[in-house]
């Protein structure tokens, strides 16, 4: 038996079952639903560039719409999975709870499994297998990673974005109908921008923490050698013929903004809202002009 609950500040809606009552909303939330705002964009922008640069023909569409469904399902059971682990801060404390994310968390399995069935005959399956194995190897060597404590949050996170852009090859290799040089080459390039948004996000965080002022200038410096390298990176890759010129103007203005906030000397409260929402910004224009770059094919 179903029960609605309907909270009239807002347009939100849920239907859960009744025997949930007893689990507050923002637990239920919290247990089954992913929490990194920054990891749904990395995703739907990787998979949105890969899908959008290769797609050739209108048949693929069914396909890719399909995938979506099973990238976005598989994103989603990561968190009742995760939560289930002892280290979780986030893990259930009672039967309820449990019983909570094992429904949900099944539920996305199911939806997943549904979508992935749904490939099978298009003979995309054959296509996705490799880079959703690619990603689930990154993912186990984050957790690992992570194991280190606070050392290995930071690699932990780059990892895990690196990981989640792997739905770009994904994309690519749908919309297209087969797995090209161009597919890898997506990848890097949205592994590399979610690398320079983790640390310029990080960069902000201990600004506004009040970091020591030695250990700050290191990671200040730290973040404008990796901008410096990715520049050059990109730069060469360009000349080389390995990607579109076109798309070194997508990394061009988190370069501006993270150079700038960089090399000022007087500091600004984070507004972690205007933040997020900043990051989301660039995130999208970063994702069309790579997409402007790749289907004109500018050299």
Same mark, same amino acid.
């Given at each position: 038996m179903l029960q609605l609950n309907a909270r009239t500040h807002g347009t939100y809606m849920t239907v859960v079952p009744t025997w949930c009552r007893e689990v507050h909303p923002a637990r239920r939330r919290a247990l089954v639903w992913p929490r990194e705002h920054g990891a749904w964009g990395i995703l739907l922008v990787s998979l949105a560039t890969g899908a959008a640069a290769g797609l050739s023909s209108t048949a693929n569409v069914p396909p890719l719409l399909w995938l979506t469904i099973a990238v976005i399902a598989a994103f989603c059971l990561r968190t009742p999975l995760e939560n289930s682990l002892p280290t979780s801060p986030f893990r259930p404390r009672s039967f309820m709870e449990w019983q909570w994310m094992l429904l949900v968390g099944s539920s996305y399995a199911v939806i997943g499994a549904i979508a992935g069935g749904m490939l099978l005959p298009t003979g995309a399956l054959r296509l996705v297998w490799k880079p959703a194995a690619a990603a689930a190897g990154l993912f186990?060597?984050?957790?690992?990673?992570?194991?280190?404590?606070?050392?290995? /949050?930071?690699?932990?996170?780059?990892?895990?974005? !690196?990981? +989640? =852009?792997?739905?770009?090859?994904? %994309?690519?290799?749908?919309? *297209?109908?087969?797995?090209?040089?161009?597919?890898?080459?997506?990848?890097?390039?949205?592994?590399?921008?979610?690398?320079?948004?983790?640390?310029?996000?990080?960069?902000?965080?201990?600004?506004?923490?009040?970091?020591? /002022?030695?250990?700050?200038?290191?990671?200040?410096? !730290?973040? +404008? =050698?990796?901008?410096?390298?990715? %520049?050059?990176?990109?730069? *060469?890759?360009?000349?080389?013929?390995?990607?579109?010129?076109?798309?070194?103007?997508?990394?061009?203005?988190?370069?501006?903004?993270?150079?700038?906030?960089?090399?000022?000397?007087?500091?600004?409260?984070?507004?972690?809202?205007?933040?997020?929402?900043?990051?989301?910004?660039h995130a999208i224009l970063f994702g069309l002009i790579v997409i402007a770059g790749f289907r004109l094919r500018i050299p």
């Open positions: 186990v060597f984050q957790a690992a990673v992570k194991r280190a404590g606070r050392t290995g /949050r930071l690699l932990g996170e780059i990892i895990g974005a !690196f990981g +989640l =852009a792997f739905v770009a090859i994904a %994309g690519w290799a749908v919309a *297209a109908g087969q797995l090209e040089r161009q597919a890898l080459v997506l990848w890097l390039l949205n592994g590399l921008f979610a690398t320079n948004q983790i640390l310029y996000v990080q960069l902000r965080i201990r600004e506004i923490r009040g970091s020591k /002022r030695d250990s700050y200038s290191r990671t200040k410096m !730290f973040f +404008l =050698a990796s901008e410096v390298l990715t %520049g050059l990176t990109l730069i *060469a890759s360009a000349r080389l013929g390995v990607m579109p010129t076109l798309v070194l103007l997508a990394f061009l203005p988190v370069f501006v903004r993270g150079g700038a906030w960089s090399l000022r000397t007087m500091h600004q409260p984070l507004q972690i809202h205007r933040l997020g929402k900043s990051e989301l910004a």
